[in-house]
């Protein structure tokens, strides 16, 4: 075998990280084989390796198939956009039902394989294998990684053959590159790189969406956003024309894959579509509405909004990558260069905020902060973290990640620390220094709760109450983590566990206890009380 052409492939960025890979050459694990650590300890690395053995599927494959649906997080039973659970992405709909398949194959209840992860591996394993006996791959053929192609290409559910061919060459770019991941439990699943030729099949003569087509085939580039390719959602998922003027950019998470989510808007049972589509991995476009049409993708905001779609899950950070969040900046950059949309929060919204809607996303792990950095100025440092479970002590000979974010704290409010580096000196001190005076505490340059929460809670006094969203409620978040000394999950939606929050604040700083925050609960909390 030799590794495919260039031609062939995707070209992205490694998902297999140096350290992972120098690990890998020094284990000499065989390509193909269950990692070292597929002990009692490692339920996943195990229940890959007997699903694998037990439907006669290339292990590597199976995980890379896993990796691409799901980073390997079955996200605790809930379903995916497309109705698909599990690592593995079994679906129930009208148009793919590989979850009740794989209860049929492997006996498994359809419970056990929505909540179960090695239920549903085995259940993923035995779908596959019942797609390798139609095509007819006989036992030397399934031990070969890349007969495996049109299997992987038609487990993707995609009706269009171009969407299918995505799905697969994603799946093989794994297995070419590599990838060591993490599952939400911390247990590493590692598959190592290799050279790949897929036996395409009836996939050779199916052009690949990553391919530059005639003007006249889906994949073609997009007329609105040249860098965009073109693939025309259902008609019946979107309206022609608009009732009002372009005015917002709605930011979305997937809730799916790249490849299932281009299925999933080109199928007329889903009801759903947005303008674009943008890939975690390299940050590739692909528009699926006309802006000049309606998408359905906001409810009530669709009318007047350009909805753009994020591959990836809304609890799991690791799809929003610097490739994506850049690719998706320069889009939203160009949209509000061309329709006169201003560069703010108030314009560039989460889906969770648009009136209306019960969605969460893009949630909690959307970093909002660089992601306007970047749509503003089309370049950026990654920003300084503010979000903590809790807030630290911190004094003179302090370093790390909190005492950044005291430093850039105190030059945003105009206490001048210096450089952002970590590192609590002589500088920082003065700087908390001044700042408690100013705020009426004692200036003895130690950052502790009081000082934390004042500055956290720094800036301006809006009326906040369940129901509110965005910057200002994490703000809130923040600064009632430090002034309450518990986690106050900061996820920017004001919902009932922030209420009780603030009642608990308001009751003990002797304060009315209704749960709104207004000049006063503000005001006691920028003075640090």
């Not at 990684?145 to 049109?150: C, E, G, I, N, S």
């Not at 093989?172 to 897929?198: H, K």
């Not at 009751?507 to 709104?516: E, I, Q």
Request: net charge negative; glycine share 10%.
């Amino acid at each position: 075998m030799f590794r495919r052409s260039t031609a062939w492939r995707r070209v992205g960025t490694p998902v297999l990280g140096g350290l992972a890979a120098a690990a890998l050459l020094v284990t000499g694990q065989p390509a193909g084989a269950a990692p070292a650590d597929a002990a009692p300890r490692a339920p996943m690395n195990r229940a890959f390796a007997q699903a694998a053995e037990e439907y006669q599927v290339p292990r590597d494959l199976l995980v890379a198939v896993g990796y691409g649906e799901t980073h390997l997080d079955g996200h605790g039973g809930e379903p995916s956009h497309a109705g698909g659970y599990g690592v593995m992405h079994l679906v129930s709909n009208p148009e793919n039902r590989t979850l009740e398949k794989a209860a049929e194959l492997t006996g498994e209840p359809r419970e056990e394989l929505r909540r179960d992860t090695a239920a549903n591996i085995l259940g993923g394993a035995a779908v596959l294998r019942a797609y390798a006996d139609e095509l007819d791959l006989d036992a030397a053929e399934r031990r070969d990684v890349d007969a495996w192609y049109p299997v992987v290409a038609r487990y993707s559910g995609a009706d269009d053959d171009r969407t299918a061919r995505l799905y697969a060459d994603t799946v093989y770019d794994f297995l070419a590159d590599g990838f060591s991941a993490l599952t939400p439990a911390g247990e590493r699943v590692t598959v190592r790189s290799r050279d790949v030729e897929p036996e395409l099949g009836r996939y050779a003569k199916v052009r690949s969406l990553d391919e530059a087509p005639a003007s006249s085939e889906a994949g073609a580039l997009s007329t609105d956003y040249p860098p965009a390719r073109w693939v025309a959602a259902h008609s019946g998922n979107y309206t022609v024309g608009r009732s009002a003027s372009i005015t917002h950019v709605v930011v979305h998470v997937t809730q799916g894959s790249y490849a299932g989510t281009i299925s999933w808007f080109q199928n007329p049972d889903s009801n759903v579509s947005a303008h674009y589509v943008i890939r975690s991995s390299d940050g590739e476009v692909t528009q699926m509405v006309r802006e000049r049409d309606t998408a359905y993708h906001a409810r009530s905001g669709n009318p007047y909004s350009v909805g753009i779609e994020h591959e990836g899950y809304v609890d799991n950070p690791s799809w929003f990558t610097d490739a994506m969040y850049r690719s998706s900046a320069a889009l939203t950059r160009h949209l509000c260069d061309r329709y006169g949309i201003p560069k703010d929060r108030s314009h560039i919204v989460a889906h969770s905020e648009v009136p209306g809607n019960d969605h969460t996303d893009p949630g909690p792990n959307w970093n909002w902060t660089y992601y306007l950095q970047l749509v503003r100025n089309g370049d950026a440092t990654p920003p300084v973290q503010l979000n903590f479970t809790s807030y630290s002590t911190l004094r003179s000979g302090s370093t790390g990640a909190q005492v950044k974010a005291a430093q850039h704290l105190l030059n945003q409010n105009g206490f001048n620390a210096g450089t952002v580096d970590g590192v609590f000196g002589s500088g920082t001190e003065s700087a908390v220094k001044a700042f408690q005076s100013s705020r009426g505490l004692t200036a003895d340059g130690v950052v502790g709760a009081r000082t934390w929460t004042a500055l956290l809670s720094a800036g301006t006094k809006p009326v906040l109450r369940q129901g509110s969203s965005g910057v200002d409620v994490e703000r809130l978040q923040r600064s009632l983590t430090a002034a309450l000394g518990r986690t106050v999950g900061i996820d920017g939606m004001f919902g009932p566990n922030t209420e009780t929050a603030v009642r608990d604040y308001q009751s003990s700083r002797g304060l009315t206890a209704d749960g709104v925050v207004g000049s006063g609960t503000w005001g006691a909390l920028q003075a640090g009380k």
